[in-house]
Antibody, heavy 121, light 107 residues
């Protein structure tokens, strides 16, 4: 059974880098036609796509976040990661990792439970 | 980015009602649209993909339609479990975008 679990610090200081990991079980992140992504949701607000990484390592990022985001994968640990640099208060959100469908890599068919990250000094 | 606009922002309805939520794209997205349901404190759940394809396990009272720039999610007969927030998401471009959400409340 597929499971995704986010982990990382719940509190990050302004100007520092937010780093989260998504551990995947029940599937290999390097399998052909597997796609993985990060989405966030500020408290009380809507969903915002951050970026996607393909099994090949190809990445796509939200244009407005592109200069601060890196998504990478560690196949030896079957996990992928999010690094968001120079964070400020508006980066406070619940961060979700998810897997995308294998046909179009378009929609998120399975999500982790999410982890709240607060940006504060 | 393709902008996705949902309406209404809030919808009050009763059990048994038929309700429709609309999602409009700022440019054509063909049929590359998904719908999600989110309950408080939970991750979103996929309901529909490619405009009208029902995800496995999702009740048949949910349906989707549309193409191009205008799409709808319809719940044919509201059940107590359906009161939640609903989001559309386009995947016509590599840059995915969500609508701002529609909160479905009990009248």
């Amino acid at each position: 059974q597929l499971q995704l679990q986010e982990s990382g610090p719940g509190l990050v200081k302004p100007s520092e880098t937010l780093s989260l990991t998504c551990a995947v079980s029940g599937a290999s992140i390097s399998s052909s036609a597997s796609y993985w992504g990060w989405i966030r949701q500020p408290p009380g607000k809507g969903l915002e796509w951050i970026g996607t990484i393909y099994y090949s390592g190809t990445t796509y990022y939200k244009p407005s976040l592109k200069s601060r985001v890196i998504i990478s994968m560690d196949t030896s640990k079957n996990q992928f990661s999010l690094n968001l640099s120079s964070v400020t208060a508006p980066d406070t959100a619940v961060y979700y990792c998810a897997t995308l469908d294998s046909t179009s890599a378009g929609y998120f068919y399975y999500w982790g439970q999410g982890t709240l990250v607060t940006v504060s000094s | 980015d393709v902008q996705m606009t949902q309406s209404p922002a809030t919808l009050s309805a009763s059990v048994g009602d038929r309700v429709t939520i609309t999602c409009r794209a700022s440019q054509t997205i063909s049929s590359w649209l998904a719908w999600y349901q989110q309950k408080p404190g939970k991750a979103p759940k996929l309901l529909i993909y490619k405009t009208s394809s029902l995800e496995s396990g999702v009740p048949s009272r949910f349906s989707g339609s549309g193409s191009g720039t205008e799409f709808t999610l319809t719940i044919s007969s509201l059940q107590p479990d359906d009161f939640a927030t609903y989001y559309c998401q386009q995947y016509n471009t590599y840059s995915r975008t969500f609508g701002q959400g529609t909160k479905l409340e009990i009248k």
